[in-house]
C-alpha cells in the first residue's frame, strides 16, 4: 500500500511524524512477575533444593519464568509479549501499571507508511530501531523527523546527524525555558556560555565549570 502511495505521489518524502502510544493488553492486570523478584527466589531455591524438595515444584515455576523474559524486567502470565507499562489514560494519576504495548506509528502526508510494537516502556529507546526498519521497508531515507519530546535523547540526535537528516524534536525542557526565573536561574547549563574548545561552561561571573563526573547509558530495544 506504500508502495502504491509513492508511486501516486501521495507522499512527500520529506518529513516523518512520528507518535507513539500504548494500547492495553486484554490481560489480567494482576498477573505481573517482577525479574528481581524471581532472581531472589531463585537463588534461595537452589540453596535449599536438596534438603526441601517440596520446593522443587516451585523451582521449576521460577524457571519457567525467568526463561520468559524477554528483554523487559517484568512480563504478563496471561500475554508474556506484553509489558507492565503507565498508561495515558491514566486520569485518576495513581500510577498504575498495566499490562500493553508500546505502538510507534510513523505518518506522512496524513497516511501511516510504518508502524512498530515495542516492549519498551519509554518512546526514548524506540526512535533509533523504528527509524532503522523503516527505512528498511520503505527503501528510502526521510531527510526529517519530527517527534514530541518524549523523544529527545543524545543517542537519537547523534543516530540523527550520521545518517544526515534533520531532528524536529521539541526539547524536554522547552516548558521551564518559557518560564521568567528559569532564565534567571544562572546554575543551569542552558543559562551558560559554552566554550567548544576547552568543553567548559562559563557562569557570567566567568567562573569555569567543567565536568566532574561521566556516565554512560545503553539501552537494548526490544521489538516484538
Not at 533444593?49 to 512480563?75: D, K
Not at 510504518?114 to 533509533?128: K, M, S
Not at 523503516?134 to 537519537?156: Q, V
Amino acid at each position: 500500500m506504500v508502495k502504491r502511495l509513492e508511486k501516486a505521489g501521495e507522499l512527500s518524502k520529506e518529513t516523518v511524524f512520528i507518535e507513539g502510544t500504548k494500547p492495553e493488553a486484554c490481560a489480567n492486570k494482576y498477573t505481573f512477575v517482577w525479574k528481581k523478584s524471581v532472581g531472589k527466589r531463585k537463588s534461595q531455591n537452589q540453596k535449599y533444593l536438596e534438603l526441601f524438595q517440596r520446593f522443587l515444584e516451585r523451582q521449576t515455576i521460577y524457571n519457567w519464568h525467568t526463561a520468559s523474559f524477554q528483554g523487559p524486567n517484568n512480563y504478563c502470565k496471561t500475554d508474556p509479549d506484553a509489558t507492565f507499562m503507565h498508561m495515558k489514560d491514566d486520569h485518576m494519576r495513581k500510577a498504575q501499571l498495566k499490562p500493553g504495548y508500546n505502538v510507534q506509528i510513523a505518518v506522512d502526508s496524513e497516511y501511516i507508511v510504518a508502524a512498530e510494537i515495542f516492549q519498551d516502556r519509554n518512546d526514548i529507546w524506540t526512535l533509533v530501531p523504528f527509524l532503522k526498519e523503516m527505512e528498511k521497508k520503505l527503501e528510502f531515507r526521510y531527510p526529517s523527523i519530527t517527534a514530541d519530546s518524549g523523544y529527545e535523547s543524545e543517542e537519537g540526535y547523534t543516530y540523527l546527524r550520521e545518517q544526515k537528516q534533520k531532528p524536529y524534536i521539541k526539547p524536554q525542557t522547552y516548558e521551564r525555558w518559557k518560564k521568567r526565573s528559569f532564565k534567571k536561574d544562572i546554575s543551569k547549563r542552558e543559562n551558560m556560555g559554552y566554550d567548544e574548545a576547552t568543553d567548559i561552561y562559563l557562569y557570567l561571573s566567568c567562573r569555569k565549570e567543567t565536568a566532574s563526573s561521566f556516565h554512560k547509558e545503553t539501552e537494548k530495544p526490544k521489538r516484538i
